[in-house]
T-cell receptor, first 109, second 115 residues
Framework: GQNIDQPTEMTATEGAIVQINCTYQTSGFNGLFWYQQHAGEAPTFLSYNVLDGLEEKGRFSSFLSRSKGYSYLLLKELQMKDSASYLC??????????FGTGTRLQVFP | DGGITQSPKYLFRKEGQNVTLSCEQN?????MYWYRQDPGQGLRLIYY???????QKGDIAEGYSVSREKKESFPLTVTSAQKNPTAFYLC??????????????FGPGTRLTVL
């Protein structure tokens, strides 16, 4: 079966760095997405990894290890507006996404 | 202005009534998806469609129905057979592309409450 695990909640301080981990077990893996979702709103795209390694995009970076079934999202220089849920999603069988339950991040001043 | 629209944002229905949620996109995307999100849970796939006049069941299709008569539109009907319909419903679409380029673009969502 398909399964994705990520921590339920995390807290951090403004200006700090936080790493959100995601582990997965899926067949037909094609890539891994990270989405940000503010409460009551639609998810918005953050990053996409299909090959092993680190993808950097401004304050956000995402890492993938396909052999370990592991990814992380790294957020630097945290801002209050980064308080949101972060969803890990695996793209498989070329036509579907399966989502983790999301990690709710709270940033404190 | 290209995008995905869902209406209404909030919807209230009495138990036992069918209700249809609309989803329209002008991005010229082939694939469209419906997800359900419950508090503290991830998105779960209800139905998806890769092309007009064709759709497939997702993981939780029971109690739901869809149609895809036009490329731009993918309405979802929540029937009275759905045991627990109160949830946040998200529609998404994705452009055609090579395997692995599956980024999905989401509409603003409809929060359905069944009284």
């Amino acid at each position: 079966g398909q399964n994705i695990d990520q921590p339920t909640e995390m807290t951090a301080t403004e200006g700090a760095i936080v790493q959100i981990n995601c582990t997965y077990q899926t067949s037909g893996f094609n890539g891994l997405f990270w989405y940000q979702q503010h409460a009551g709103e639609a998810p918005t795209f953050l990053s996409y990894n299909v090959l092993d390694g680190l993808e950097e995009k401004g304050r956000f970076s995402s890492f993938l290890s396909r052999s370990k079934g592991y990814s992380y999202l790294l957020l630097k220089e945290l801002q209050m507006k980064d308080s949101a849920s972060y969803l890990c999603a695996v793209f498989y069988n070329t036509d579907k996404l399966i989502f983790g339950t999301g990690t709710r991040l709270q940033v404190f001043p | 202005d290209g995008g995905i629209t869902q209406s209404p944002k909030y919807l209230f229905r009495k138990e036992g009534q069918n209700v249809t949620l609309s989803c329209e996109q002008n991005l010229n995307h082939d694939a469209m998806y419906w997800y359900r999100q419950d508090p503290g849970q991830g998105l779960r796939l209800i139905y998806y469609s890769q092309i007009v006049n064709d759709f497939q069941k997702g993981d939780i299709a029971e109690g739901y129905s869809v149609s895809r008569e036009k490329k731009e539109s993918f309405p979802l009907t929540v029937t009275s057979a759905q045991k627990n319909p109160t949830a946040f419903y998200l529609c998404a679409s994705s452009p055609p592309g090579l395997a692995g380029e599956g980024e999905q673009f989401f509409g603003p969502g409809t929060r359905l409450t069944v009284l």
